[in-house]
């Protein structure tokens, strides 16, 4: 079974820049997720999909973050403009339905100079 | 919304102890509570889970205990490996939806 997965794989860029990142989930899996991990940190959930639709996005900051995933499939993270405090990994993860295990991608490891 | 707390931050053992971590909640509608290892530069990796009508779980030498009545549950490693080294991280979550909130993980070490 292919895993998730995500590019690029590593990003810098300058504040105020523009950054995109993409998320192809395990096929068959309606649930997707965004998180971003601060390094020494958990997780965070930034947004949830349920195939096409938003289940969740209460932590994901909508003035500078947006997310989608118009097909159900595959999901793009875009973050514009870029602040120093979003330097992170964003991960990508996918589950079958709602409450099942869930499957992270390798993740996206964003420097913001 | 939810709040989960996790210690210790850092746990080193020998090898051949045993590790126990702690993680607490704040809501108590949380129904599903699930563990995470993520080994140094790697994705994170369901180890074990627990829903709330269970009170405890074991998978080999991992364990996992829940105490709704206190909101709190615990990870059990037996004879630990070195190969165990990596961080450790507790979520929980709540309703039909899994919306996990995690903790901030523990890095325990196993010394040989």
């Known amino acids: 079974e292919a895993g998730v997965a995500q590019s690029p794989r590593y990003k810098i860029i300058e504040k105020r820049q523009s950054v995109a990142f993409w998320c192809n989930p395990i096929?068959?899996?309606?649930?997707l997720y965004w998180y971003q991990q601060i390094l020494g940190q958990g997780p965070k959930l930034l947004i949830q999909?349920?195939?096409?639709?938003?289940?969740?996005d209460s932590q994901l900051p909508k003035d500078r973050f947006s997310a989608e995933r118009l097909k159900g499939v595959d999901s793009t993270l875009k973050i514009q403009p870029a602040k120093l405090e979003d330097s992170a990994v964003y991960l990508c993860?996918?589950?079958?339905?709602?409450?099942?295990?869930?499957?992270f991608g390798p993740g996206t490891r964003l420097t913001v100079t | 919304g939810e709040n989960v707390e996790q210690h210790p931050s850092t746990l080193s053992v020998q090898e051949g102890d045993s590790a126990v971590i702690k993680c607490t909640y704040s809501?108590?509608?949380?129904?599903?509570f699930p563990w995470y290892k993520q080994e140094l530069g790697k994705r994170p990796q369901l180890i074990i889970d627990?829903?709330?009508?269970?009170g405890e779980k074991k998978d080999q030498r991992i364990a996992v205990t829940l105490n709704k009545t206190a909101k709190h549950f615990s990870l059990h490693i037996t004879e630990t490996q070195p190969e165990d080294s990596a961080v450790y991280f507790c979520?929980?979550?709540?309703?039909?939806?899994?919306?996990?909130?995690f903790g901030r993980g523990t890095s325990l070490i196993v010394h040989p």
């Open positions: 809501d108590s509608a949380s129904n599903y």
């Open positions: 993860a996918s589950s079958f339905r709602g409450l099942d295990e869930q499957y």
């Open positions: 096929s068959g899996h309606a649930t």
């Open positions: 979520a929980a979550s709540k309703g039909r939806s899994y919306i996990p909130t």
């Open positions: 627990i829903r709330s009508n269970v």
């Open positions: 999909f349920q195939n096409n639709g938003v289940v969740d």
